[in-house]
């Protein structure tokens, strides 16, 4: 049984920082290549970021590049995203996503194969 549990999310101010963590449990997670989406109020879910199997390739949405690092940890199972210079557009549910050994299209939410049950962060003006 694959279990994704998100942590790190809150309320912060403009321009502030939040580090995500998603700890996941269930198979061997050097296998699989990871990501992170969100849901913004009223809006569809969308892709954010993603991760090769051992960190040596990423992706990103262009609304978050430049901003937002993801990265990941084999030895603890886990990965990170590292928010920076948020701004209310960003405010929405995260997920953490774990995609199938094959994946070659990281934005397709029909590329996952797990879902965590997400976590709100919230960006004040």
């Known amino acids: 049984q694959v279990q994704l549990v998100e942590s790190g999310g809150g309320l912060v101010q403009t321009g502030g920082s939040l580090r995500l963590s998603c700890a996941a449990s269930?198979?061997?997670?050097?296998?699989?290549?990871m990501g992170w989406f969100r849901r913004a109020p009223g809006k569809e879910r969308e892709f954010v970021a993603a991760?090769?199997?051992?960190?040596?390739?990423?992706y990103y949405a262009d609304s978050v590049k430049d901003r937002f690092t993801i990265s990941r940890d084999n030895a603890k199972n886990t990965v990170h995203l590292q928010m920076n210079n948020l701004n209310p557009e960003d405010t929405a549910v995260y997920y953490c996503?774990?995609?199938?050994?094959?994946?070659?299209?990281?934005?397709?939410?029909?590329?996952?194969?797990?879902w965590g049950q997400g976590t709100q962060v919230t960006v004040s003006s």
């Open positions: 269930g198979r061997t997670f050097s296998n699989y290549p």
């Open positions: 996503a774990q995609y199938s050994p094959g994946t070659t299209v990281v934005q397709r939410i029909a590329s996952v194969t797990y």
């Open positions: 991760i090769s199997r051992y960190g040596g390739s990423t």
